[in-house]
């Protein structure tokens, strides 16, 4: 498939918050693993394949819609650098 035939990931269908589920912040739909804990894996260099054996109930799409979480977020926010 071309890259512009490519369907941006839509993390509403993975994400949510909800104020009665770890304090509101921002969690995969269903669960209580939080988007910031698997960004933090991620950053730290755990390999997908490793976190998402701690996790049985992600999928990879969860990844993606995590990383585009990030980015709509930081598209949002004022720049924290400068």
Same mark, same amino acid.
């Given at each position: ?30 669960? *209580?693993?939080?988007?910031? /804990?698997?960004?933090?894996?991620? +950053?730290?260099?755990? %390999?997908?394949?490793? #976190?998402?054996?701690?996790?049985? *109930?992600?999928?990879?799409? /969860?990844?993606?819609?995590?990383? +585009?979480?990030?980015? %709509?977020?930081?598209? #949002? ?6």
């Amino acid at each position: 498939m071309p890259v512009s035939e490519v369907m941006p990931m839509d993390w509403q269908d993975y994400i949510e918050e909800r104020p009665d589920v770890m304090n509101g912040k921002p969690v995969f739909k269903g669960t *209580r693993v939080t988007v910031e /804990h698997i960004l933090q894996e991620l +950053a730290t260099g755990m %390999a997908e394949d490793e #976190l998402l054996r701690g996790h049985p *109930r992600l999928s990879r799409d /969860h990844l993606r819609a995590a990383w +585009a979480y990030a980015a %709509a977020v930081i598209g #949002l926010e004022q720049p924290l650098l400068g």
